[in-house]
């Protein structure tokens, strides 16, 4: 699976739009970008993915750079409720082994 | 739904006790899985399941076993427990066709002394 860069924490004010970088340099074609967050204490959540067109949920945008070296999820009003860890995760559809491979993440804090 | 559900919520056990951790999904999901969180870090992979009956192993399966019998339950044992294995337990399952998207329960707190 391709490595991912993520700043370590970055703060938002309520009701404005997060957006959350991540970087996957050595990315492969066949490998989609995963957005997971882990609000404290609980489970990690599943957000959004993409390959390489961008996506929109109801959680969440993700838009994925022409080259797919980078990437970024957009939380488009962020509440209180959204501070939390997020992973930027890629890796193919599927492996033999089914892992999520969770690094370090991005600490979002949402500031009243 | 109730979703993924573990049990117990928390637990402290002395060096050498055996116990088992609880994991049970009502979404007739294929896959299952174990992942443990120490302090400030990511997720690791203990064990995993695609089906009943079918384990494997993942990252950190020393000290641990895993059974599958039916779709819905997929318990962890300690066999031995260590304070190395403090940490936080994750279960999540999924479809098998969709393994990118799990759903976590909320966890098991493990302390061993």
């Known amino acids: 699976d391709a490595k991912t860069t993520q700043p370590p924490s970055m703060d938002c004010a309520e009701g404005r739009a997060a957006n959350l970088p991540c970087n996957h340099s050595t990315i492969s074609g066949n490998e989609y970008v995963y957005w997971y967050r882990q609000i404290h204490s609980q489970g990690p959540q599943y957000i959004i993915h993409?390959?390489?067109n961008n996506e929109t949920n109801e959680m969440a945008s993700l838009i994925i750079t022409e080259d797919r070296k980078s990437s970024t999820l957009i939380l488009p009003h962020a509440t209180l409720r959204d501070t939390a860890v997020y992973y930027c995760i890629v890796r193919v559809v599927d492996t033999g082994r089914r892992a999520l491979t969770f690094g370090s993440g991005t600490r979002l804090q949402v500031q009243p | 739904n109730a979703g993924v559900t573990q049990t117990p919520k928390f637990q402290v056990l002395k060096t050498g006790q055996s116990m088992t951790l609880q994991c049970a999904q009502d979404m007739n999901h294929e896959y299952m899985s174990w992942y443990r969180q120490d302090p400030g870090m990511g997720l690791r992979l203990i064990h995993y399941?695609?089906?009943?009956?079918?384990?494997d192993q993942g990252e950190v399966p020393n000290g641990y076993n895993v059974s599958r019998s039916t779709t819905e339950d997929f318990p962890l044992r300690l066999l031995s427990a260590a304070p190395s294995q403090t940490s936080v337990y994750f279960c999540?399952?999924?479809?098998?066709?969709?393994?990118?998207?799990?759903?976590f329960g909320p966890g098991t707190r493990l302390t061993v002394t």
């Open positions: 399941s695609v089906g009943a009956g079918i384990t």
């Open positions: 999540a399952s999924s479809y098998l066709r969709a393994t990118y998207e799990q759903y």
């Open positions: 993409g390959l390489k």
